[in-house]
């Protein structure tokens, strides 16, 4: 509304109207105001009224719907004000000022008290938010029969209007802000949106805020005795009433930074009480307490930018955005399930784990293993951080699938919009393959220009192979000693972690391994050149090998970091020396990314440029779609040309327009978030800190990694290297019993392998260390 639509009668006037209309008159005091011009008449006989005169935009019916919302709720003995009649008997006057603009005044009963916000400090405690949360489930109650078509209208402070007006209005706001705003509008918009249709309708008053609400602060226990200004009431969602008062009761200095929580389950408790939730009204309520906030500063920045010297604007501002800070800080599941707690809610109404683990065994195969000598149950993740059915965090130190983080918003919104609009092959034509592969090409070295897209990292390699044995008319594969590629049959074949490990057969006829370059318990130490020249001796070997029998290589594979033969770095040189060796051989050199591309290294974009090469054929898979099915091949022109055989290649699935649009978003957080960069230095400090426990603990081998691809090896003893593989067994356990998730590496199961999401932090990294030294301790003393 514009400001020149606010009323300004003078005192004089308004007594005047109250005479003739009312048979009031007394002494006026101007109240706080947005729109209105709102005053406390106190007559001679001190009874006080409040005169109440719209701005002259408000529409009459939407006035007749406040008056007849109060009249309803007073007759079901609600603690709210009423409109007096005036001498028509009608609850609203028309007035007229000098300018012949028309205005509404009303008067209403004073409702005595102290406002929320003003009360004493000590009076808000869980009686208080208790009482709170009854009163306003108490007039959701009583408006529950309650319908007015004024109720029916657009309002930029209705909740079901604040993504939109945020939207609309965050460009306002300081850029250093906007920031955590988009958080929870992302949040809104992928967990909350879908949910909508599921919550309940009617008539909110929809301002309980904490100039709205009166107290008596004397009488004990604490109580609400009142609730006034009905000016924003709108038919919307009713649990949107709640997220209102709870935004207000927990903003500002009387709920301690660490009682935010309390306050908010006990406000939450209090209402369910009295107006039972549901399991979709929890599960939103978070998101719709950070939303008001959102409206608060996105419309105050509006409203500033516009009357900036109005300190009524300013009221709400400051402590919106440090509650918005403090909410940032909590997990909305973490939150869900204390809120269910708090109700006296279950909170997973899922199978027990033993039922799920019965079922597993007896329908799903025996060889589908489960982490930990008792399985966890997960139900929701976010960042760095999975959550079991009974709301319990597990900071995860393995996942390096989840990349920028589990359930990153962002990306979670690229597919629900996408899936909601068309997901089909590409047989088609669609933009997102194009956008998509033009993005993820330019992270490549330029030669490397041609995508084919799939569907797992299995997938890629299988594809990969099938591309050189076309380009070189050749099958024989050269592979690293403990590696693995994948579990279709080609990948096996192709992995010695699985073809010389329990239930395998050996490398088939095809298939040649060659040494791993492992510069701590290798039969070459050291991490330079000449380390690497003579690991890479062991492919001159067998390509002299194929070459007397008239052969030559197909292709080497290799992943660049080595990741389940135990988290290793290769010496530097050595994919440089063997790239050389097997070109010039005839083959191809393939750079399996699967575990650790996308930033994860820190320095690069890709691990193999650690390396400083340019491989023939990159695989990618796992990071790619941050747990989506997806991966991709690239390649150089002159491969893909020579895999026109004549047969088609086509993949149902790969490349589809939702995987391509979570694909988007995956490199779009990475850049946005500078999560590579965000790799190298938590990566560097999480090292360094693993190396001072290294002085002190001699269980620690040796700390390698790079960014956040880490391995420590334990051992028994530092000469012999003697793997540790019980204390290693028993740390994992150890870990899981302080809530953080981790498992081990390597064909002694001695290294703790260490491969979290991108969302990991410094503060994850001390907690990480913390429980590390506990429990090396703990071992050391038995």
Known sequence: MSTDQTPSFSEIEINQLLTQQYQLSGQLKSLAGYCD???????????QYIVKIANSAEPKLELAMQNAA?????????????????????????????????????????????????????????SLWSDLGKFVANIDLALADFDHPGAYRYLDWDLAQGYRVCMSKKHLLNPSQAPLVDKFLTLYQTQTMPLLAKLPQGVIHNDANDYNLLVDDIAAPKKITGLI??????????????????????????????????????????????RPLSDSELEVLYSLVALRLCTTVCN???????????????????????????????????????????????IDSGKAPADIIRYRKQHLGKTLSLSYQEPLKMVRGQGAYLFTEQGVPYLDMVNNVCHVGHCHP??????????????????????????????????????????????????????????????????????????YHGNTNAC?????????????????????????????????????????????????ATLAELAQDGK???????????????????????????????????????????????????????????????????????????????????????????????????????????????????????????????????????????????????????????????????VEDRTSKAPATEQTSWLVEFFKQHHILLSTEGPFYNILKIKPPLAFSKADADKFIKVLELGLTELAAQ
């Open 410 to 483: 962002k990306v979670v919104a690229a597919g629900q919009a996408q899936l909601a609009k068309l997901n089909t092959n590409t047989r088609y034509l669609h933009d997102n393959i194009v956008n998509y592969t033009d993005k993820l090409l330019a992270t490549m070295p330029e030669k490397l220009s041609v995508c084919m897209l799939v569907n797992s990292g299995s997938e890629a390699n299988e594809l990969a192979f099938r591309l050189a044995r076309c380009f070189t008319k050749s099958k024989e594969l050269l592979v690293v000693d403990g590696a």
């Open 492 to 540: 096996i074949e192709a992995s010695p972690y699985k073809f010389d490990g329990p239930g395998g057969e050996g490398a088939p006829a095809y298939v040649h391994k060659v040494t791993l370059p492992d510069p701590y318990r290798g039969e070459f130490q050291g991490t330079g050149t000449d380390t690497a020249e003579l690991y890479a001796n062991s492919v001159k």
């Open 229 to 274: 200004d009905f000016g924003d009431m709108v038919h919307s969602h009713i649990v949107n009433e709640l997220a209102v008062a709870c935004a207000y009761a927990l903003m500002g200095e009387k709920v301690a930074e660490n009682g935010v929580l309390a306050a908010f389950k006990t406000l939450v408790a209090g209402y369910h009480q009295v």
């Open 300 to 346: 105050s920045a509006l409203a500033i930018s516009q009357q900036p010297d109005n300190e009524y604007l300013l009221v709400s501002v400051k402590p919106a955005w440090a509650l918005l800070e403090q909410l940032s800080a909590l997990n909305p599941f973490a939150v869900l399930c204390q809120l269910r707690h708090a109700c006296q809610l279950p």
């Open 37 to 47: 011009q709102n005053l406390l008449l106190t007559t001679d006989n001190q009874q």
């Open 552 to 714: 030559k290589p197909s292709a080497f594979i290799c992943e660049s970091l080595q990741g389940v033969a135990g988290q290793i770095i290769m010496p530097d040189g050595y994919l440089a020396n063997v790239y050389q060796q097997v070109r010039a051989a005839g083959g191809v050199c393939i750079a399996d990314e699967v575990q650790v591309g996308f930033g994860r290294v820190g320095s690069h974009m890709w691990a193999f440029e650690t390396q400083n090469v340019v491989p023939d054929i990159v695989t990618l898979g796992k990071p790619i779609g941050n747990g989506h099915p997806m991966a991709a091949v690239i390649t150089t022109q002159e491969i893909a040309d020579a895999f026109v055989t004549g047969m088609e290649y086509f993949n149902t699935f790969g490349g589809n327009p939702v995987s391509c649009a979570i694909g988007m978003a995956v490199l779009d957080v990475i850049e946005q978030e500078q999560l590579q960069a965000h790799a190298l230095t938590t990566g560097a400090y999480f090292q360094e800190q693993l190396t001072l426990l290294q002085q002190r603990f001699a269980l620690i081998g040796d700390v390698r990694g790079l960014g956040l691809f880490i391995g420590v090896e334990l």
């Open 70 to 126: 109060m009249a309803h709720l007073s007759a079901k003995q609600c603690a709210v004000p009423h409109a007096l009649a005036n001498q028509d008997g009608d609850t609203i006057s028309t007035i007229i000022n000098a300018k012949q603009q028309t205005f509404y005044l009303r008067v209403l009963t004073f409702l005595p008290g102290k406002f929320y916000a003003d009360a004493d400090s000590l009076t808000h405690n869980e």
